[in-house]
């Protein structure tokens, strides 16, 4: 099978397509699945350092020690950012984690998850129950289907729309496209905001330029911000943030998660100042994405 090959002497090795010549490793304790869906190769297997890990592709998505990094951050920084996010749509993200994130905050009443591959919500409720346990929550509606079609069938109608996807190669390609944020920007209420995996700036400053280009023809508030985590590329993953109204300002996020506070305990890499300094960018990735020559 493709993806046990992707195991030698106990090692998964990634797949470098997006990122030629570095590969990251985890060493294999068990493999508890491994199969092809409609849509792509799914790998889940019990890591000796990383918990449980779910691949799709030969990508790592999910670690269960580090996605806290990934999920809070993609999740929060839309969320606080919103003055009072009720109406939540995820795209992707089947493991569930995003949704667990969503739900706590308690102005949130419908959480909608669209994820085109039910084969990954089904692995995630059986090998990563972390993330999936938050199906169970009543304000959860599971869409198996595509994104973008979802969105053209309710316009007008979110707060926050978070695309939790894989990487830009196969099914999730469309997802990193204009017609794509044309969608979001159309299904989004008043005030509405979208957060988007935004790849990495070590790696795909060339995606993220022009992406951001095309998103600030779109919305009036555009930002990008990132997060640390060890176990995607380069040790860093960011997002593109996008605002309907002009006074979004994400780096000033309407709501501010307050030390002490029931949503802070909650939560074990946001805070208040880490969403502020997301958003502070090395200089090299700074005057790329501002569309500076280097000297
Ligand atoms: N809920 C977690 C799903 C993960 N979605 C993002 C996965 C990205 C994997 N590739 C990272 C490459 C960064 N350049």
Known sequence: MAMLSRIENGWFK???????GQAMSLEVDTVLYAGKSEFQDVLVFKSAAYGNVLVLD?????????????????????????PNPQRILVVGGGDGGVVREVLKHDSVQEVYLCEIDETVIDVAKQFLPSMASSYKD???????????QFMSENQDFFDVIITDS????????????????????????????????GECIWLHLDLIRPLLESCRLIFPSVSYAY???????????????????????FSNPHRVCEPGSAIQKKLRYYNHDI????????????????G???E
Request: glycine share 6%.
């Open 138 to 148: 009543p304000r959860v509606s599971i869409k198996i289907m595509d994104g973008a």
């Open 58 to 82: 030969g990508v790592i998505q999910v670690t269960e020690r580090d996605e806290f990094a990934y999920q809070e951050m993609i999740t929060h920084l839309a969320m606080f950012s919103h």
């Open 292 to 294: 500076e020559k280097e």
């Open 227 to 249: 997060t640390t985590i060890p176990t995607y590329p380069s040790g860093q993953i960011g997002f593109v943030l996008c605002g309907k109204s002009a006074d979004t300002s």
């Open 14 to 20: 990634e797949r470098p397509t997006l990122w030629p």
């Open 166 to 197: 894989s990487d830009p190669v196969g099914p999730a390609d469309v997802l990193f496209k204009p017609p794509y944020f044309e969608k979001m920007n159309s299904a989004l209420r008043q005030g509405g905001i979208i957060c988007s995996q």
């Open 275 to 290: 969403h502020k300094a997301a958003f502070v960018l090395p200089e090299f990735a700074r005057r790329a994405i501002a």
